[in-house]
């Protein structure tokens, strides 16, 4: 069954940078596309960035301040966070897509079981 599973999250303070890392397994992804989306407490998930083919996407709130990049061979998606706010503390989810990548929640399929960012002094 394949799966992906997030690290990285952790405490940090407001103007500090985290990464975070999803590794793929049990089917070869190759270079299907992958991604973060975010939960904050209370509210929905909402869609951070993706990585396919041709590119990355990114939401308008972390553009500039987060870069997504990945390594096939080690089946693996970073998340670099810098300049982090308040704002952008949540529950991270990785996601990754079997055929076209859509930034949209019912449209992921498969997900991480998420990590916490905290944003805080």
């Known amino acids: 069954q394949p799966h992906v599973v997030e690290s990285g999250g952790g405490l940090v303070q407001p103007g500090g940078s985290l990464r975070l890392s999803c590794v793929a397994s049990?089917?070869?992804?190759?270079?299907?596309?992958m991604g973060w989306f975010r939960q904050a407490p209370g509210e929905e998930r909402v869609f951070v960035g993706l990585?396919?083919?041709?590119?990355?996407d990114y939401a308008d709130a972390v553009k500039g301040r987060f870069t997504i990049s990945r390594d096939i061979a080690k089946k693996t998606v970073y998340l670099q966070m810098n300049s982090l706010k308040p704002e952008d503390t949540a529950v991270y989810f990785c996601a990754a897509w079997s055929g076209l990548a859509v930034a949209r929640t019912d449209r992921v399929d498969y997900w991480g079981k998420g990590t916490l960012v905290t944003v805080s002094s």
């Open positions: 049990g089917r070869t992804f190759g270079r299907n596309a």
């Open positions: 990585i396919h083919w041709s590119g990355r």
